[in-house]
């Protein structure tokens, strides 16, 4: 394993005491088809999975409001490069999200969000901005709906913002808009 990817795991783990919180290393879903597009144009694909955390509720338990989940996921990034041409990134990142229903949990409908440690291959170089680090953090807020006969489907529409918070400049930030199929197991 890598050392940055190994550093990153360690952090993560520290980080983010809901990874302990998981039932089990199984996750409890997970997303083959993510993906958007930034403002400045920057294609974006991930993959990821998630694991509920341990009394905090699972995203379609009807009997709970609130839930709450690690995340984990593995992104492809196409961006233009300076003077031409094209460059990919890979961004690998975890983060928790805290996820609320209506109707005491009843609803189909849910809106989460998250904060969470990014990881990309390299530094992020594009025609108009560039970042000074490859760890970020990574801010997310989304929309969705679950469905299916047990409500084992959804789709959200998710804003997501990477970049380092102002530790390192510069640091102009990237923000996505994304649509995410996702399947509860």
Do not use: C
């Not at 597009?37 to 955390?53: D, E, Q, Y």
């Amino acid at each position: 394993m890598p050392p940055r990817v190994a550093s990153f795991l360690a952090g993560a783990a520290l980080v983010f005491p809901g990874l302990a919180l998981a039932q089990d290393w199984r996750p409890g879903g997970a997303y083959l088809a993510e993906g958007g597009v930034s403002v400045h144009g920057t294609a974006m694909a991930a993959l990821g999975a998630w694991w509920p955390w341990k009394g905090a509720g699972a995203p379609a338990q009807a009997d709970s409001s609130w839930s709450v989940a690690t995340e984990a996921w593995l992104a492809h990034w196409r961006a233009r490069e300076p003077g031409g041409g094209h460059a990919s990134f890979t961004q690998l990142a975890v983060s928790p999200m805290l996820r609320w229903r209506w109707a005491g949990g009843a609803s189909p409908w849910f809106i989460e969000a998250g904060a969470g440690l990014s990881l990309n291959d390299r530094r992020y170089r594009r025609e108009r901005k560039q970042f000074s680090t490859t760890w970020n953090f990574v801010d997310t807020l989304g929309l969705g709906l679950s469905f299916g006969a047990a409500g084992e489907q959804e789709i959200s529409l998710r804003l997501m913002h990477v970049s380092n918070a102002g530790l390192r400049e510069p640091n102009p930030g990237e923000n996505f808009l994304l649509l995410r199929y996702a399947r509860r197991f």
